[in-house]
């Protein structure tokens, strides 16, 4: 039987396959001939960004940060700490931050002035999901995989307290 807590689902995984390869080929063709680094932001983007990075046909890096958000399980207050950095320099390189989901934004607002202020070549945002309902502050994500309706969604890397992550496709929690 299936868990209770595993609601509706909102992207299933045939679709997950196929969006994660055209993104990869959009990033193959727009970062050919650069110097690409992406930057997966654990725990939740690590699925996305290992299916994504094999689909990227160019020369390419991997590294990670690792940020908690204060708040509760389900919302994000904009404080952010950074509990891991990037192992390397990013001054000069052509920076992806790879994201599971941007729903307030205010995580990613706060990576993308973090990382800004290192002097990449240029940093752009790839967000497997959306929540455009929530969205609080004005963000520039160049590729986004799907838009979501505003529901608390768990699997493929996405956790509700440290739950669901492992799910091949995406479904909303259902909270009793
Ligand atoms: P934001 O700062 O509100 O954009 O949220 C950032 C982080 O909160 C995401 O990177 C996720 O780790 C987590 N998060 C936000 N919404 C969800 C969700 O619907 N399911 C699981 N995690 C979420
Ligand atoms: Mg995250």
Redesign the pocket.
């Known amino acids: 039987m299936r868990d209770p807590e595993i609601g509706e689902i909102l992207v299933q995984h045939d679709e997950l396959v196929h969006r994660v390869r055209e993104l990869g080929a959009e990033i193959t063709r727009d970062y050919a001939q650069r110097d690409l680094v992406l930057v997966g932001?654990l725990k939740?983007a690590v699925f996305f960004i290992s299916d994504l990075m094999r689909s990227i046909d160019t020369p390419c890096e991997l590294d990670f940060m690792a940020v908690a958000?204060y708040g509760s399980s389900t919302d994000?207050s904009?404080v952010v700490r950074i509990l891991k950095d990037l192992d390397a320099s990013i001054e000069g390189r052509d920076v992806l931050i790879v994201?599971?989901?941007?729903?307030?934004?205010?995580?990613?607002q706060y990576l993308l002035r973090s990382l800004g202020a290192r002097r990449p070549a240029s940093l752009e945002v790839c967000a497997l999901l959306t929540k455009p309902d929530r969205l609080k502050v004005d963000l520039p994500t160049r590729y986004v995989g799907f838009e979501i309706p505003n529901r608390?969604?768990?699997g493929y890397g996405?956790?509700y307290m440290e739950r669901f992550r492992n799910l091949p496709y995406v479904a909303a929690l259902e909270q009793p």
């Open positions: 932001v939740g958000s994000s904009g994201e599971d989901i941007v729903d307030s934004g205010l995580t990613l608390f969604a768990i996405l956790d």
